[in-house]
């Protein structure tokens, strides 16, 4: 373990995909607004938080490795605060790839005393999302060109268009997806393509309401069948993971968490160490192994969602 650790230093990394900005608003209500019917909410305490891409980013850093997002940075307050905190943990944000033609995507959540009042969303389209290769793609692809290995975390919001999955296809030494099936997309042949199971089965083509038992080796031929990608690691939370390859079921690995409080972020920790892990020349097994732990650590924790050595080691 000690070995990968000291290998991930040496990886770079780019992240390609929606960045969001998550905020938190916390705070008490006293009373009614003098001015309509509506509470008055006396905020205690702001935070923001990197969420989407951003926060695979995160996780990719937290444990040692260069990296570069490319997302969505609006010219706005929320964009160079999101541009900011990834700056502060030494992630990249190239500064000419900052647009002004749509909001940095963020979603406020107003909560007093613990209840949830309602939700503050900046975000367009998904039309206005996408990247303009033609003024951007040359930079873009170098820098593709550049990385070890680049992780598309798709979210659905636009930044991931079928344009740009081609240059990455064309450029990239190794590709990992994290898909949303919802815009259903050209995955095409990635090197590693990690949906959850929800997403698996619409990559299938099957209902999602297919719940119990998960169908998994008509769920994974069909995958394979339609994106063929070279390893595919569905994540089926507190069932842990199924890994795949040349469209069989290998093996399911059970979750290595022990205590659970959190698991919104766990599929970002998932595909940021499977990566690295396989960069450094890990198996599939082992590699999966040690997503597993580093998701384990994440879905342990409330608020935050990355993994440290320290933590991993100690949760082995
Ligand atoms: N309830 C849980 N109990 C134990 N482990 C969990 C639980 N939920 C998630 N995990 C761990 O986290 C991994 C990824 O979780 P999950 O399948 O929820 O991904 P996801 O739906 O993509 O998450 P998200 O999109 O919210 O980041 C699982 O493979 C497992 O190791
Ligand atoms: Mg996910």
């Keep these: 373990m000690k070995e990968l650790f000291e290998q991930i230093k040496s990886l770079n990394i780019l992240v390609i995909g929606d960045v969001m900005l998550d905020r938190y608003v916390i705070g008490e209500v006293s009373r009614i607004s003098p001015e309509a019917p509506v509470p008055v909410l006396a905020v205690q305490e702001e935070r923001s938080v990197a969420g989407g891409a951003a926060n695979v980013a995160l996780n990719l850093r937290s444990l040692g490795a260069s ?33 002004s033609s749509a909001p940095t995507i ?82 095409n042949k990635p090197n590693l393509l990690t949906p959850n199971r929800l997403e698996a089965l619409e990559l299938a083509g099957l209902s999602r309401e297919i719940r119990e038992p998960f169908p998994q080796s008509e769920v994974v031929t069909r995958i394979f069948e339609r994106f063929a990608p070279e390893m595919l690691a569905i994540t089926l939370g507190a069932e842990g993971m199924l890994l795949a390859r040349d469209g069989v079921v290998e093996c399911i690995i059970p979750t290595a968490a022990r205590e659970v409080f959190d698991v919104s972020g766990a599929g970002d920790t998932v595909i940021a160490s499977l990566t690295m892990a396989l960069r450094t020349g890990e198996s599939f097994a082992r590699a999966a192994e040690f997503a597993n732990l580093a998701a384990g650590v994440v879905v342990g924790k409330v608020g935050t969602a990355t993994a440290s050595q320290e933590e991993i080691l100690k949760l082995l």
């Design 67 to 99: 990296v570069e997002t490319i997302g969505w940075f609006g010219q706005d307050e929320q964009g160079d605060e999101l541009a900011n905190m990834l700056g502060a943990a030494n992630i990249q944000v190239d500064s000419r790839f900052r647009f």
């Design 106 to 187: 963020s979603k406020s959540r107003v909560t007093a005393s613990n209840h949830q009042i309602c939700r503050v969303d900046r975000e367009a389209k998904a039309s206005d999302y996408e990247p303009r290769l033609g003024d951007i793609g040359d930079v873009v692809s170098e820098k593709i060109k550049k990385a070890d290995a680049v992780i598309i975390s798709d979210y659905g919001k636009g930044f991931i268009t079928n344009e740009l999955l081609e240059m990455v296809k064309v450029h990239a030494q190794f590709t990992s997806i994290d898909p949303k099936p919802s815009r259903l997309l050209e995955y």
